[in-house]
Nanobody
Framework: QVQLVESGGGLVQSGGSLRLSCAAPASLSIFSIIGMGWYRQVPGQSRELVATIARNGKTNYGDSVAGRFTISRDRRDDAKNTVHLQMNALKPEDTAVYYC??????????WGRGTEVTVSS
């Protein structure tokens, strides 16, 4: 399991913005990473896709966030294994625990511990 460090969750009003970040160890070769992404989970419900970004830059979004959220890879040399999730026009239904996921070329999947996002109405 790769240790993922998540940051950026918090409380925001409806219509506001938040930016989540997820960092994998810099020592991990970028060529061993197939992709990274974010999923979210509400108590009592299954974990759902928010957004993913593949090594080639291709992105994929859940239907409920498309057009409002943007996932991107940090291009700084010292943060090349970091992805960001810019969340705009947040709605109360976006309230959840957001989990970072990393998928390696050996099919191993690692998860972060989760960061809470609460959107008040």
């Amino acid at each position: 399991q790769v240790q993922l460090v998540e940051s950026g969750g918090g409380l925001v009003q409806s219509g506001g913005s938040l930016r989540l970040s997820c960092a994998a160890p810099a020592s991990l070769s970028i060529f061993s990473i197939i992709g990274m992404g974010w999923y979210r989970q509400v108590p009592g419900q299954s974990r759902e896709l928010v957004a993913t970004i593949a090594r080639n830059g291709k992105t994929n979004y859940g239907d409920s966030v498309a057009g409002r959220f943007t996932i991107s890879r940090d291009r700084r040399d010292d943060a090349k294994n970091t992805v960001h999730l810019q969340m705009n026009a947040l709605k109360p239904e976006d309230t959840a625990v957001y989990y970072c996921q990393l998928k390696e070329s050996n099919n191993q999947i690692s998860w972060g511990r989760g960061t809470e996002v609460t959107v008040s109405s």
